[in-house]
């Protein structure tokens, strides 16, 4: 199996680079400063035991080129980068006839649970994965894995149920690159599960330091609730604490602990967008159509985004402001 993986960031890096080192065929995707410095000096993995560089071929989008028959798509952008992917690569030829949203696998490495459906509308064979990577990208070229004593945990399946040969090999692969990597017919209600732990994201994002537990109680419960109401089952925190147990904490690296999540490191490079309006956003949006109260939900995404527009730091959002705008009626 020949691999690109658009998006070659922080999940995406580890992925690509590992995946590399235990003799895949892999392409990296990228864009801008980090594009170009794979480029010149590859692409730098740091774990909390070693530190490796990947050399290989490096691309800002497809090629003129038709893509192999046997190669798998790794989708690992942001969520809210994942429609211009989509539609970079979907149409793209490949050797043998039709095209990567007709006849190769996708697989969706990404935090959230709309990215999915989303994908169905331009690729037939989606795969989902359900992501416990901690792992960090701030620098041009270089890319923080935390997880010890794995790098990581990947669930595979199919959307919108079901596995297959591909999820088979590919988890094969990933394997024998260092991560745990079951196959899981209900993989979606592993990711949804992983929605509701993903929504404390942006609580971090925005306060930094210690996390008033009332908030992050607040986004949980709303979430949960939401889902009851939607009839959308997920996996519980004890089948994950049980899945995970000792295979994937996290060490520091370098001496330095993990600086914080996915969302905390989109403020920190000042990006312009964050990941809150597919997980935050996700419970705002289930709980407008269900009918059920999404205050600290709401209030995260408005807080996030702002800070993202305005490129305001991490962790500088003033929490008696939160608090306030959890309080204020919709």
Same mark, same amino acid.
């Given at each position: ?19 590399? $080192? ?42 003129? $080129? ?24 979907? &149409? ?144 519980? $925190? ?7 147990? &000792? ?27 964050? $990941?809150? &309006? ?45 608090? &306030? ?6």
């Amino acid at each position: 199996m020949r691999y690109v993986i658009i998006g070659a960031g922080a999940v995406g890096g580890t992925i690509g680079v590992l995946l590399g $080192e235990a003799g895949r065929d892999v392409t990296l995707v990228a864009r801008g400063a980090h594009l170009d410095a794979i480029r010149r000096r590859g692409l730098t993995l740091r774990t909390p035991d070693r530190s490796v560089t990947w050399r290989g071929p490096a691309t800002g989008g497809p090629g003129p $080129e038709p893509l192999p028959a046997d190669t798998a798509l790794v989708l690992t952008v942001k969520s809210q980068h994942t429609w211009a992917a989509l539609d970079a690569w979907a &149409d793209t030829p490949v050797v043998g006839g039709g095209t990567a949203g007709q006849r190769l696998p996708l697989f969706t490495a990404q935090n959230g649970v709309a990215n999915e459906p989303t994908a169905l509308r331009l690729f037939a064979h989606v795969h989902p994965v359900c992501v416990w990577l901690p792992a960090t990208h701030l620098d041009p070229g270089r890319v923080i894995a935390s997880g010890h004593p794995y790098p990581g945990m990947l669930h595979l399946g199919r959307y919108p149920a079901g596995a297959d040969e591909t999820d088979v090999a590919v988890s094969a692969d990933l394997t024998a690159a260092g991560f745990v990597a079951p196959v899981r017919p209900d993989v979606m209600r592993w990711k949804y599960g992983k929605l509701l732990n993903n929504l404390g994201n942006g609580v971090q994002a925005l306060l930094g330091g210690d996390l008033p537990g009332w908030l992050l109680d607040r986004v949980r419960a709303e979430g949960v609730a939401v889902l009851a109401a939607a009839g959308i089952a997920h996996s519980s $925190e004890d089948e994950e604490r049980t899945e995970r147990g &000792d295979r994937v904490g996290t060490r520091p690296v370098d001496g330095q602990p993990r600086s914080g999540s996915s969302t905390w490191q989109s403020l920190t490079r000042a990006a312009g967008s964050t $990941e809150a &309006d597919h997980l935050n956003g996700e419970i705002v949006q289930l709980g407008r159509r269900y009918g059920v109260p999404t205050p600290a939900n709401t209030a995260v995404q408005i807080a996030v985004r702002r800070l993202a527009r305005e490129r305001l730091p991490a962790g500088t959002f003033p929490l008696a402001e939160l608090t &306030d705008l959890v309080q204020r009626p919709e």
